[in-house]
């Protein structure tokens, strides 16, 4: 749940800003389809993300209801920097996952992208580069959409906090609609439970 409520939002900005939409139904396909690779320091877990297509939209604001299907490996791609051909069989075995979870015919409508983390953060910028580049020509040679090269970096810590800020209001929010007494109680405890006595 926690990564879906991170990726997702990430996911969708991204496409938002940087792509031209179109209509899907033109495919024939009432289903639109998203990777996402999260490179932690432990390992890669890669996402498939499907919703109900909207017209004139590349992604549809995603319900946290909807599939989502998800394979991991290990060790996390910071292990690689000396052994480049390793990363490129580790990536493709995650690539395969998801050709094989979207249809043949949305390979090429379906955006491919990568976030990594503090793992890659830790290691010396030269082997960032090396990694980061053979992951974005992977990108690029394989059927699934990948539009530009920030949709594979290195995601900072500052928008780490600033996404784990964006789920803290997010589980606010999904509290709120379960049970909106127990969200305020939650919120300022002292002077709610003053007024209700």
Known sequence: MIIFLVIAPALSYLIDQ???PFNWFQYGDTVCYGVMFD???SGTRVYVYSWSCRENKTMAYINITE???EYKVEPGIDSFGKDLDSLKS????LIQF??????????KYTPIMLAATAGMRMIPTYYQIQIISTIRDIFRQSKFLFHRDDWCRIITGQEEVNWEQRIMNM???LIW????????LSLNPPQIRAKQI
């Open 98 to 107: 998801a050709y094989e979870n979207v249809p043949y015919t949305m390979h």
């Open 177 to 184: 609609e379960e049970d909106p007494l127990n969200w305020l």
């Open 39 to 41: 490179a932690g320091s």
């Open 90 to 93: 580790y990536i493709n075995d």
């Open 67 to 69: 599939k989502t299907l």
């Open 171 to 173: 589980h606010q929010l």
């Open 18 to 20: 940087h792509y031209q």
